[in-house]
């Protein structure tokens, strides 16, 4: 069994920042990429970021320049830094993991359970 834990989320004025934090744990052998979705009020779950395991990374166009994601893989933790926040990244965001659990297996999506980010005055 894989846990995906998140954390980081809150409320932020516009052009404030954020990290969000997602901790992997369970029976892992190796994950792949790791990434961040969300979904806002009303809309479809959407890519935000996602960093392979060997860190390369790619990001949806609206929030290039302004999120970084990273990771450590010693700690199969995943990062989300979030600048210049606008109300339209007002969402929550979800951390999901390619996992192999064996040597052999075919990896599988994991996700967290998600944490909201409010950008608000």
């Known amino acids: 069994q894989v846990q995906l834990v998140e954390s980081g989320g809150g409320l932020v004025q516009p052009g404030g920042s954020l990290r969000l934090s997602c901790a992997a744990s369970?029976?892992?052998?190796?994950?792949?990429?790791m990434g961040w979705y969300r979904q806002a009020p009303g809309k479809q779950r959407e890519l935000v970021a996602v960093?392979?395991?060997?860190?390369?990374?790619n990001y949806a166009d609206s929030v290039k320049g302004r999120f970084t994601i990273s990771r450590d893989n010693a700690k199969n933790t995943v990062y989300l830094q979030m600048n210049s926040l606008k109300p339209e990244d007002t969402a929550v965001y979800y951390c999901?993991?390619?996992?192999?659990?064996?040597?052999?297996?075919?990896?599988?999506?994991?996700w967290g359970q998600g944490t909201l980010v409010i950008i608000s005055s």
């Open positions: 960093i392979t395991s060997g860190l390369s990374t």
């Open positions: 999901n993991a390619a996992v192999q659990v064996t040597r052999w297996g075919t990896p599988f999506d994991a």
């Open positions: 369970g029976n892992i052998f190796s994950i792949n990429a």
